[in-house]
């Protein structure tokens, strides 16, 4: 299979292997698009198909996880739009059909949904280089892809809050301190120790590992789809305010935004 916006190998010399998939838009810093989500939809369900895999590892660049969805492809949309197309949805959220483990190593920005990215995958292994930030309010929207609900679990209420409503990035030390990333390394062990980690696992049983994804998940998540469908419809609502469209036009033009708060 070919892919133009990821990049995916197979590591490791032993019996079960690793796939590893590499986030690969750098002009945009891995800014996520419909083209992008959906390659990395196929290229998980092919490796989780896949029983020389034991686990997966998902990776970006050394400046950037993903900065967030893509501004420009958002831009446009209005509430009808975003409500009928599911507006990223469809393709978001084939990652949490993978039953064999994800880890998420992340260096430089993981941002908006690029956070919520790294959230959805297992655990987080940080580059003392990684910044985590939710910064969706700046652009008059919100998370729609469960950072309202997938942060306050992995951080706490009140730091969450305080991300999602200053839109402060978080450096990969607060985020440890927090529970939001499972270890930091230096940046440029990052990929080895994803690596070693997944090798490990791999060398583990395989239904065992599936198993304690599926109870771990079921602990941690309760009524958590409920909040991430609410979440969605709200998201899309917020095409339908000035904001966004004065928020994103902001940013796409390099310019201040002036919110009218409506
Ligand atoms: C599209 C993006 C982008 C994004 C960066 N770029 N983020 N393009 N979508 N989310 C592009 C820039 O436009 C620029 O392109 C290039 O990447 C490099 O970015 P710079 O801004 O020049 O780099 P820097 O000054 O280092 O700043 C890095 C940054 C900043 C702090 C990450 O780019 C930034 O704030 N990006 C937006 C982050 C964000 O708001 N994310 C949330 C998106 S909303 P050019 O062509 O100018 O070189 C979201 C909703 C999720 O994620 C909903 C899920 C359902």
């Known amino acids: 299979m070919t892919y133009e916006c990821i990049l995916t190998d197979v590591r490791g010399d032993g019996p079960r292997k690793t796939g590893l998939i590499t ?3 750098p002009k945009q ?14 290229a998980l369900l092919a490796f989780d198909a896949d029983d020389s895999i034991g686990c997966i590892v ?14 420009p492809t958002m831009a446009p949309h209005n509430f009808m739009s975003a409500f009928k197309s599911g507006l990223i949805s469809k393709n978001w959220e084939t990652i949490l059909q993978v ?19 790294a959230m959805m995958c297992d655990f987080i292994i940080a580059a003392d280089t990684a910044k985590f930030g939710q910064p969706e309010i700046k652009l008059g929207i919100i998370p729609g892809a ?38 930091v390394v230096a940046a440029d062990q990052l990929l080895n120790e994803a690596l070693a980690a997944a090798e490990t696992i ?26 991430v469908n609410v979440e969605r419809r709200y998201f899309h609502a917020l095409f339908g ?4 469209r004065e928020g994103m036009d902001a940013f796409i033009n390099k310019r201040k935004p002036d919110f009218k708060h409506s």
Do not use: H, W
């Open 146 to 183: 469960g950072g309202t609900q997938r942060l306050p679990r992995a951080v706490g209420k009140s730091k969450a809050m305080d991300m999602l409503l200053t839109a402060r990035m978080m450096d990969a030390a607060e985020a440890e301190r927090g529970g939001l990333v499972s270890r």
């Open 29 to 42: 810093l891995n800014a996520l698009n419909d083209q992008l989500m959906d390659e990395l939809g196929q």
């Open 23 to 25: 986030l690969n838009r």
């Open 241 to 244: 305010s000035d904001d966004q």
């Open 99 to 117: 039953r064999k483990p994800v880890i998420a190593a992340v260096a430089g920005f993981a941002l908006g949904g690029g956070c919520e990215l």
């Open 202 to 227: 791999n060398g583990f049983s395989g239904p065992s590992a599936m198993l304690i994804k599926e109870l771990v998940n079921l602990a941690y998540q309760g009524p958590l789809i409920d909040g």
């Open 58 to 71: 998902l990776t970006g660049s050394e400046r950037a996880f993903a900065a967030g969805a893509d501004i």
